[in-house]
């Protein structure tokens, strides 16, 4: 597997024990516990720095470079593109309802937690629809020389988190995914 495709899956499964602990922070929310906004500010804050600017972008690049080559499922392909868009409007429509609550201003609970869900459901099914359709399909089309030409045009950015992590930035997720590793 190209080293490309190898950061994409770990970053997939990074971003899914993100999104555990944001569930995890949505049902307490649910039941009426106060979780940790700043905790869940610093996840949001996460997926649109790293995901937005490095991870999607690199995978809009192997998605268009696969569907230059000509092979099938263009249906699949175009809808995650489409679908890196409207996680970002998610992604901002749940960071505005935690700056709402921050700011103390008058939210429903039941508003918060959807906007929280839908980000965390939307994720979820996108993430499963490249791993399931998409990477297979790329790595089944995409020759060394496409992989060199997409290395040369991705993005390229340490993962602010699990990578050389930014301790000040994402202080309060660095130490809850550390103690969640080591509990």
Do not use: C
Not at 72 to 95: A, E, M, N, T, Y
Not at 102 to 124: F, Q
């Amino acid at each position: 597997m190209h080293p490309i495709m190898t950061r994409l899956n770990q970053d997939h499964a990074r971003l899914t024990r993100v999104l555990d602990l944001l569930q995890e922070l949505l049902d307490r929310f649910h039941d009426g516990v106060e979780p940790d906004y700043e905790l869940m500010q610093e996840m949001v804050e996460y997926m649109a720095t790293y995901a937005d600017i490095v991870h999607h972008p690199t995978e809009d690049i192997i998605f268009r470079r696969v569907l230059d080559k000509g092979a099938g499922q263009h249906d699949v392909f175009d809808v995650l593109i489409r679908q890196h868009v409207s996680l970002s409007l998610v992604s901002k429509r749940f960071r505005k309802s935690l700056e709402g609550i921050l700011n103390e201003e008058v939210l429903l609970r039941e508003d918060v937690e959807a906007n929280g869900r839908e980000l965390v459901a939307t994720m979820r099914a996108h993430l499963q629809l490249e791993e399931t359709e998409a990477f297979p399909i790329a790595l089944q089309y995409l020759e060394d020389e496409d992989w060199a030409a997409i290395e040369a045009e991705a993005p390229v950015a340490e993962d602010p988190l699990f990578g050389d992590p930014d301790s000040v930035r994402f202080r309060a997720l660095y130490r809850s995914l550390y103690e969640q590793a080591h509990s």
